[in-house]
């Protein structure tokens, strides 16, 4: 065959990515340079000789090894005839539109910043309906029968409802609605609102009033400070300043949707009424509560004409202080509601007691309306509550914020950015190193920025269309997971035109060549990049919290990646066009080529045995990986916070109470153990009596009113308290108290479920179920890896009165009758308000303690009978029985929670199935049974969500790659790179520790996008080299990958090495937390950066040596089948 001759330099470049030239010259062969020498002619008369590459057709690219298909490879022409143009040429030809068009996008990008609303975290809107009903009772056996159930019934039947709850107390019931996925949270709610008035017939005529409300992020504080009264200072003066004052003023503050004041004890009417002397007079309490309502009223008397005037006249009948409800007359003869009663003006009395780092606490909670800037909020409230202060009515008062959303927000923030720009110079330097030039490096850092302005730009636009984006914590860290894959483009490019101007091209031909070889690889890598979000668009990863706010981060990666396309084939071709030519740097990049080159050319000698050992330890390791490593319930963020939950005997009264949390504060707030926890803030909560509601209740640890929260320093300087290290602190710290028992739990943000399981027993009667879920309490307490465990709810003793239906009938007295008359001898109720200048008093009525603090008391209650009132113990008997302070009912069964704190040395997921092994054997009584909670049974749900998500990403990938590939061979040649990527992976989680939750698993998905792109492009390279009949050589094979492996060393490593360095700022946050900030992110980021930084490092050096054997096998095994195929 005659050898076909190179064209000199400085002739007319070819127009194909191939590169051959003629052996035995200067300069020619892989690595030198094309076209016809400098100063050379053509043959005058006879046209120039194309190389086989120049005759292909320009717009098809064959598979590996198609020899012998071709086709006219022709410049595609428009309607007119011309040419048309590639992006980058475009672009080059005209230079001032592109830049005039960059600039519009970079400002349209910084005005889009100042419009994006600061937020902490992305607004979400629950999927959940809550129904709140009230309703006093003496048991909640009562309130369940009367209310929860037939409202369970109802709304059993909802159209798209996944789940229902419902808790019923002596204080009235909640039923919560969980809704699926798809269903219209909307629709549901009205139509739970016409199912609850069709419901209203069956429920109690004095039910109160029924709330239906829907769970939004944004009824979350975003501002918390708390009221002190300076010593002197009147309460009534404090009750005045705190009503007229700061919930009024902060109310009117921009965005404000709520202020709440908690702690503040409210003045009232108290009228205790003396059994003894009513009865003297003849009446009894329900008719001194008649007597109330209607004396205090002011009554319209119509309108009088006088004088051409119209005149409205009135009755003023309203009482106005204490004094005058006392001289109350009661219509029997001259006695007064005081000679039967002890009326006076108290404060009422906290149920539940808050304090503040030892101090009773006032405190009052701003909440933002939906939509509104929270830092903007926040600022406006700070500003308004500076000017309350310098009034001269609020000098007796003291004001101390403990938080404050704008200052988390900005440092969160202010840290996020910190770490992008030391990721930023970490990549610059890099680049630097690789490049060795400063202009190069320069036109490639500059992508970084153009990319995340254009970003903003890209947010605003989504925001303008009704997409709810903010910029928050989530979408920030979007962009510093984007800072090292926005360059990888723009290396890519400059990297083939300066591998080109070194080659002789001039600077023109170079950008335009060099952009068009490989636009068609990097839009590819794009894509694959880009098709990985799917599954976290279509919210198939995390739950409802986690994956909202992942769908969040998935956007802003997309929006970052698909700028740096747009800028990569843009402005780095132009930018690149102005560089002066490079030096010669064969002599220098020879030594690490050729020790490359050697290495390649080992790996495909030994192509078996390579591929025979990496393959089978890859998919060891990775099957290990998955079934050894340690998984989160719920992926949430931890917090510096320390919950501790207090076990109560119920014999302690209100001043036992006080006196026990007063001790515990006394502990954790002396000098040297604050120092010792770097203890912040120490909040008590604490109920005055056993029978008193709890205000509050933390879902992931237990449901307890009684407890304390310890908040620990998360900044400040010196080196923080590690937090598992604060929490044998805090237990060793802890007294021994006889009947008090203490259990350990940490605060979690983003929907985490903590390091606690909880077990829920299951049966018809929630009276039968505290035996059972005893013995499950036991079971738990003994397991390893099990702190402590306890009844999710306590236990209590009820009274029930059984009826003497032989005298009953004697004197028509029915059950409701006795009900009642129990009723208003032991309960306290609000029977009127009255006006005391610019405030309402409630007046309560009750009897007093001595007649109602005792069982004899109780069976000498006066029930009302025909013949006259009978005392209550001739008419039923008593008895004593346990009953449950909360009855708790799931998908219409009753459900006894059993929480257990499991230690800081064990895995969830392994204590979980340690305890599902030891409660299988357990034996209960027939029609109960157990099974672990819901948020256990919804972790592993999502758990399976996840791993179908990846499958999902994985199959796309496949896809997508394909179709760009026309092959299904070289697609999955391609992603024989996953499993590599997963090695490192495997191998990064087990020496560090760490779990696979939720974000881990976001990781993984962005990282099967980005490990799929070396293989792009190097699949890329070795596709143009053997474009042509050649490619049915196995020789030829060889020798394209060598070039092609050693032609793409460099901007792999480059991109590799940069997304790396951009990532490890936020490693060493994940792996170092105590030496930054705990505002840091780094406990709910760092898995991602980790899985990304981890599996990329593991995957490129293994792609650049054995995806080449792949490769080489797969054209062998093509090259096989067509010769058997053809034979």
């Known amino acids: 065959m005659r050898r076909r001759r190179g064209r000199r330099a400085g002739g007319r470049a070819p127009a194909h990515g191939g590169d051959r030239r003629a052996p035995g010259r200067a300069g020619r062969g892989p690595g030198g340079p094309e076209g016809r020498r400098a100063g050379g002619r053509r043959r005058a008369g006879r046209p120039a000789r194309r190389s086989a590459g120049a005759r292909r057709c320009a717009g098809g690219q064959r598979g590996l090894g198609d020899a012998g298909r071709r086709g006219p490879r022709l410049p595609a022409r428009g309607a007119s005839g011309e040419a048309t143009l590639s992006l980058p040429e475009l672009c080059l030809r005209r230079p001032v539109a592109t830049v005039t068009g960059a600039i519009a996008a970079l400002v349209l990008g910084l005005v889009s910043v100042g419009r994006l609303p600061l937020e902490y975290l992305p607004e979400i809107e629950g999927r959940s309906l809550n129904v709140s009903v009230g309703y006093t009772a003496s048991a909640p056996e009562e309130v369940e029968r009367v209310i929860a159930r037939p409202l369970e019934e109802e709304l059993a039947s909802l159209p798209g409802l996944r789940a229902i709850d419902s808790s019923s107390t002596a204080s009235g019931a909640q039923v919560r609605l969980e809704l699926e996925p798809n269903a219209d949270v909307d629709a549901a709610a009205l139509e739970v609102r016409e199912r609850i008035d069709r419901a209203r017939a069956a429920l109690p005529a004095d039910v109160g009033q029924i709330e239906v409300r829907r769970w939004r992020s944004s009824d979350r504080p975003v501002f918390r400070f708390r009221v002190a009264p300076a010593p002197g200072t009147s309460h009534r003066a404090l009750e005045r300043f705190v009503d007229e004052v700061l919930v009024a003023r902060l109310g009117r503050a921009p965005g404000v949707g709520n202020v709440e004041v908690q702690g503040l004890a409210r003045r009232r009417v108290l009228v205790e009424v003396d059994r003894e002397r009513l009865a003297q007079v003849g009446l009894t309490p329900a008719d001194v509560a008649r007597l109330l309502r209607l004396r205090n009223r002011n009554v319209s008397a119509g309108r009088l004409q006088a004088g051409g005037r119209v005149l409205s006249v009135r009755v003023l009948g309203e009482l106005g202080s204490a004094e005058a409800v006392a001289a109350l007359p009661l219509g029997i003869g001259d006695a007064t509601l005081g000679d039967v009663a002890l009326v006076r003006e108290e404060l009422t009395p906290l149920t539940v007691v808050e304090r503040l780092d030892g101090r009773d606490a006032i405190t009052v909670r701003v909440s933002k309306e939906s939509g509104a800037n929270s830092v903007e909020v926040c600022r406006a409230v700070a500003a308004e509550l500076e000017r309350i202060l310098a009034l001269p009515n609020a000098e007796g008062f003291l004001v101390e914020v403990f938080s404050d959303d704008a200052e988390r927000i900005l440092a969160r923030l202010g840290n996020l950015v910190l770490s992008g720009l030391y990721g930023g110079g970490l990549l610059c330097v890099v680049l630097l190193l690789f490049l060795r030039r400063l202009a190069s490096t320069v036109v490639v850092a500059l992508t970084i920025p153009c990319s995340v302005v254009l970003t903003f730009a890209l947010l605003y636009g989504l925001r303008t269309l009704g997409v709810p984006v903010t910029l928050n914590v989530v979408s920030l860290m979007g962009l510093i997971l984007g800072v090292g894959l926005v360059v990888d483009n723009g290396i890519v490019v400059l990297e083939n035109i300066v591998r080109l101007r070194e080659e002789g091209l001039d600077a023109a031909r170079a950008a335009a060549r060099g952009a068009s070889e490989v636009s068609q690889a990097i839009t590819a890598s794009v894509a694959t990049s880009l098709i990985v979000f799917v599954p976290l668009l279509l919210g198939q990863v995390g739950g409802m919290m986690g994956g909202r706010w992942m769908r969040d981060l998935a956007l802003v990666v997309c929006a970052s990646v698909f700028s740096s396309l747009w800028v990569a084939l843009t402005l780095v071709p132009l930018l690149a066009s102005r560089l002066r030519a490079p030096p010669p740097s064969r002599k220098r990049r020879s030594g690490s080529r050729s020790r490359f080159r050697a290495l390649l050319a080992f790996t495909l000698r030994w192509r078996w045995p390579v591929l025979a050992l990496v393959l089978p ?61 770097d203890l912040e803030h120490l909040t008590t909560t604490f109920r ?218 064990a895995e969830v997921r392994t204590v979980a199935r340690r305890v599902e092994r030891a409660l299988t054997g357990l034996s209960l009584p027939r029609g109960i049974s157990w099974r672990l909670d819901r948020s256990a049974r919804r972790w592993r749900r999502d758990e399976a969500k996840s791993s179908g998500a990846a499958l999902l990403a994985l199959a796309l990938v496949l896809m997508l790659l394909a179709a760009l590939f026309e092959s299904v061979l070289e697609a999955l040649v391609v992603a024989v790179t996953v499993p590599f990527a997963l090695v490192g992976v495997a191998w990064a989680f087990w020496a560090t520790g760490t779990h696979l939750d939720t974000t881990a698993w976001v990781g993984l998905l962005i990282l099967m996008g980005i490990v799929v792109n070396h293989g792009i492009v190097l699949l890329d390279r070795v596709r143009r080299l053997l474009d042509g009949r050649a490619a049915a050589s196995a020789f030829a094979a060889r020798r394209a990958l060598l070039r092609a492996g050693c032609d793409r060393l460099r901007p792999i490593v480059m991109t590799a090495a940069t997304t790396v360095l951009g990532l490890l700022p936020i490693v060493a946050q994940h792996l170092f937390p105590e030496a930054f900030s705990a505002d840091s992110g780094a406990q709910t980021y760092g898995p991602i950066g980790l899985a990304v930084a981890s599996g990329l490092a593991v995957s490129t050096a293994l792609t650049l040596l054995v995806l080449p054997a792949t490769t080489s096998l797969a054209l062998d095994a093509r090259r096989l089948w067509k010769e058997r195929f053809a034979q």
């Open 617 to 677: 330890l890859c998919s060891a390791q990775i099957v290990y990986f998955f079934r050894t490593v340690e998984r989160s319930w719920g992926g949430g963020e931890s917090t510096r916070e320390i919950d501790v939950r207090v076990d109560i005997p119920r014999a302690y009264g209100p001043a036992q109470r006080r006196e026990l949390f007063a001790r515990l504060e006394r502990i954790f707030l002396d000098p040297t153990h604050r120092r010792e926890l």
């Open 688 to 905: 005055t009596s056993a029978e008193a509601e709890p205000r509050r209740r933390r879902r992931h640890f237990g449901g307890g009113g009684d407890s304390l929260e310890l908040v620990l320093r998360d900044d400040g300087p010196g080196e923080r308290v590690p937090l598992a290290v604060a929490r044998r602190r805090v237990r060793e710290l802890l007294p021994q108290i006889p009947g008090v028992v203490f259990h350990l739990g940490a605060s979690r943000r983003m929907g985490g479920g903590g390091r606690s399981l909880s077990v829920e027993v299951v049966g018809r009667d929630a009276g039968e179920l505290l035996g059972p879920a005893e013995r499950v309490r036991a079971v738990l307490a003994a397991l390893p890896g099990i702190d402590d465990a306890a009844l999710g709810q306590e236990g209590s003793v009820g009274l029930e009165l059984l009826p003497r239906r032989r005298w009953a009938a004697r004197f028509d007295v029915a059950p409701r009758e006795l009900g009642r008359a129990v009723a208003a001898s032991l309960s306290e109720r609000a029977v009127t308000r009255l006006r005391a200048g610019t405030q309402e008093l409630e007046v309560i009525l009750r009897l007093a303690e001595e007649d109602r603090s005792s069982l004899d008391q109780l069976l000498r209650t006066p029930v009302p009978t025909q013949t006259g009132a009978l005392p209550l113990a001739s008419l039923a008997a008593l008895r004593r029985r346990p009953a449950p302070r909360e009855i708790r009912r799931s998908d219409r069964r009753a459900v006894v929670a059993v929480t257990a704190s499991v230690s800081e040395d």
